[in-house]
């Protein structure tokens, strides 16, 4: 689920990003939009544990994060986020296999091979376990980032505007697949996009629409 | 996959990076485990080979060739004494203990030493096999010696004339190995020692043509050098300034030119020293600025390693133990280079029937060499961790790659 109650957060020497209140049941799909510097990064982030609300109530999954310290949200993360950047950030050096082996060590896990085998066999990218990002193509290195992002069985799967710079065929593709994963593992997802096309595709889901903040003076 | 499997697959994701680091890191730990090796051994060997010696006594030349060649075999000596110069020491009462030794002949290279049964004595030296020389022309091998040329008592061998290998046989009077000696890690273990009178007859027969000759050189009997040692300390004044007033003597004290031929030799091994230091400095400079450069490459996945979960000091620890990789591996290849190199010196040194230098030797200097690199390392590595701690996640994740 995902829950904001009078949520802001302001940059220094920045303005106020004001968020409207809004509600999503566990398992619900939610689209995030809103033009350049309206705040939909710094949601993400905050969605994501890396910023701290400075005022109001964010519930992600849950957990409230406005109560919780750096150290407590990093593990949070660990445990319950599946995080899709929008570059993806494969790491270049690492073979696909180690780049979702990444996900184990990062929060000191022993890795678990045959969940790996298994995710890459769902995904369809088995074929592609031994190989480097560079050797992969837009598509299949989506479904690696994909692949990453739910190889600890995330309750919230955060997407950042997944259909850049692919064609109409292929933002089909990946939303099916967005769709279909997330239901297979019961989690809530969050999709920051800017693309109507998106919308289109989601009928059901909720949007959460974000506004550029009006210029404000600082004190 | 650990974090320390994760570092090694960064390490080697830049193999030529990782490469020249570990070659710079090899390369000053590998020059300064050899001067630590080789250097403890050959202080260690002659120091043993000092023991006990108070003075040289040999004929006028340079002290340090006296006692390079009397007491390390290593030079050629200055020339011979006169037999009547031992009974005159050994009638001197502030000396207690007078040991000759007839130099001239050599056996493939290694040195054929006429004595009396005090030298064995003064290193200790022990049996192993047979027993000690008696007659004329029975001789005790060393234990290089006995391995390395295969003799065993009862066997017969022809010296050459000369300390070098290409003498002049003496092939009509042969020695007959009558024992050998166990290994003492001294210079007995290179020498092949027989009774003074050995030497004698040997010279007799081959340089005199008739009786009368035999009987000229008999009367004229000499030694190459004399081994003193002291009955009190005051002989160190007296005993010194009297040799050097006799004709054709001439002494020289170990003490006092094994620390002159230290301090020349340490100038040397002060500059390796030094160079050593700066190629392991240079090394940790060149690990400083590749950590920084992948820290600044990796920015990227550092970030997305934080999104996964991992908190700001586990990026710490993956910089970190990248370096220990590389120190690590610098170090190993380090010492295995050196102890080679050490190795590799042992067995030229052996061919010219020199000091005894081994690979497999350790010693704590080296432990401090690799708390040395590894700490430079981990020094070099804690800006780049730092960084590494302090990065902007959320811009980090939406910069294009």
């Known amino acids: 689920m995902l829950s904001l109650r009078g949520l802001s957060y302001r940059y220094p020497a920045g303005p106020a990003l004001v968020f409207p209140d809004f509600e999503a049941p566990a398992g619900a799909r939610v689209l995030l939009s809103g033009p350049s510097g309206s705040g939909k990064s710094t949601l993400i982030a905050l969605c994501a544990g890396l910023l701290a609300p400075q005022q109001g109530a964010l519930r992600v999954a849950g957990q409230d994060l406005s109560a919780m310290t750096a150290a407590q949200r990093d593990a949070w993360r660990g445990a319950t986020l599946g995080v899709v950047p929008q570059r993806l950030h494969l790491s270049a050096g690492l073979t696909v296999l180690d780049n979702l082996a990444m996900s184990f060590v990062s929060v000191g896990m022993p890795v678990d091979r045959s969940r790996l085998e298994m995710l890459l066999g769902e995904l369809d990218i088995g074929a592609l376990a031994g190989r480097r990002p560079h050797q992969l193509s837009v598509g299949q290195a989506q479904r690696v980032a994909l692949a990453r992002a739910l190889v600890r069985q995330p309750t919230m799967l955060l997407v950042d505007e997944p259909t850049a710079n692919l064609d109409d065929e292929a933002i089909a593709a990946v939303l099916q697949l967005l769709e279909r994963t997330a239901r297979h593992v019961n989690a809530t997802l969050l999709i920051a996009t800017h693309d109507a096309r998106v919308a289109q595709s989601l009928p059901e889901a909720k949007l959460l629409r974000l506004t550029r903040p009006t210029a404000e003076v600082v004190a | ?401």
């Not at chain 2, 050196?338 to 052996?350: F, K, R, Y």
């Open chain 2, 1 to 401: 996959m650990s974090l320390a499997g994760l570092a090694w697959r960064f390490l080697w994701a830049r193999p030529l990076v990782a490469a020249l680091n570990l070659a710079l890191l090899s390369l000053g730990v590998a020059a300064m485990v050899f001067l630590l090796v080789v250097g403890a051994q050959v202080e260690r060997s002659l120091q043993r080979d000092l023991t006990g010696i108070d003075l040289v006594v040999g004929a006028k030349g340079s002290p340090l060739q006296l006692i390079l060649a009397g007491v390390f075999h290593l030079d050629v000596p200055t020339g011979n004494v006169p037999l009547a110069a031992v009974q005159t020491l050994r009638g001197n009462p502030m000396v207690a203990q007078v040991i000759p030794l007839a130099l001239g002949d050599s056996l493939r290279g290694y040195r054929i030493v006429g004595t009396t049964p005090d030298y064995l004595a003064l290193y200790a030296g022990q049996l192993e096999q047979g027993r000690s020389w008696v007659a004329p022309l029975e001789a005790v091998v060393g234990q290089q010696v006995a391995r390395e040329l295969g003799l065993q008592p009862g066997q017969r061998f022809a010296g050459s004339h000369g300390l070098g290998r290409d003498g002049e046989s003496h092939g009509s009077v042969p020695y007959t190995v009558v024992g050998r000696l166990a290994r003492c890690d001294c210079v007995l273990d290179r020498l092949v020692l027989t009774g003074v009178e050995s030497v004698w007859a040997v010279h007799e027969h081959h340089e005199a043509e008739d009786v009368q000759d035999q009987k000229a050189l008999r009367d004229e009997r000499e030694v190459t050098l004399m081994l003193l040692k002291y009955r009190s300390p005051l002989a160190a004044v007296t005993v010194p300034r009297w040799v050097n007033a006799q004709d054709g003597l001439q002494s020289a004290a170990p003490a006092l030119e094994s620390a002159r031929l230290f301090r020349m030799v340490g100038v040397g091994v002060d500059v390796l020293r030094g160079f050593a230091m700066l190629l392991i400095g240079v090394g940790a400079v060149s690990v400083f600025v590749a950590l920084l450069h992948a820290v600044r490459d990796r920015e990227p996945d550092l970030a997305m390693i934080r999104m996964l979960g991992a908190p700001p000091r586990r990026l710490a620890a993956l910089i970190m133990l990248e370096a220990l990789w590389l120190s690590a591996l610098g170090t190993a290849l380090g010492l295995a280079l050196g102890h080679g190199l050490a190795q590799v010196l042992g067995w030229t040194l052996a061919r010219d029937r020199s000091l005894t230098v081994v690979g497999l030797y350790w010693t704590p200097g080296e432990l401090w060499c690799i708390v040395a690199v590894v700490a430079l390392a981990m020094a070099a590595a804690a800006l780049p961790a730092r960084r590494a701690i302090r990065l902007d996640v959320t811009r980090l994740l939406q910069t294009p790659r």
